[in-house]
């Protein structure tokens, strides 16, 4: 929707040198500003804009997205605790809790336990949203503005794959692409015109 990619580009997704590769490249996808490949590095690169916009005086926002699978990296706490420590409000983090990673459930490769309560101890403001709910996201968003002393962070419980029978909390494709037959049927399970 906003002119990156076309319909076409979507095809590129999980195939070496296209644009939507499985991590976005910033030297393949237009609108990447930053690649992260090996998981964890967006909250310190989050983090460091953060800063930079402080010490400039800029009134910018930086908003950074991570699953709750890259949680589970050591630099993403690092960046979490110092994040606080400056009280980077203007830094604000969307956590994708879809309960999938890679190729298995997150417990099954390391055990979270309290997510929101582990983000609290690090001093952010905590909120948890409906991921599929638009009107929560939004009203999220508003809340991340009113936080003025500290980072925010939204915990967005979601399903991976909701809405397509075959896909819907499947670990299997969580990195895998749909076959031409499959992405019909998705397609036609979301109610979308091919």
Known sequence: EAGFISKDDLKSYRVKGGVCQGHVDMKWCPGVDFSAGSLGMG????????VAAKLEGSERTIFVMVGDGEIQEGSVWEAAMASAHHELDNLKLFVDCNRI???DFCENQMRMFD???????FGWAVKEIDGH???????SIEWMDSITDKPSVVIANTVKGKG???MEDNPGFHGAAPNDEQLDIALRELGVEA
């Open 43 to 50: 909250l310190s690169f989050g983090m460091g804009c953060a």
């Open 101 to 103: 990673q890679n190729d």
């Open 115 to 121: 997510i929101p309560a582990k983000w609290r101890s």
């Open 133 to 139: 709910n638009m009107e929560e996201i939004v009203s």
């Open 164 to 166: 397509v029978s075959f």
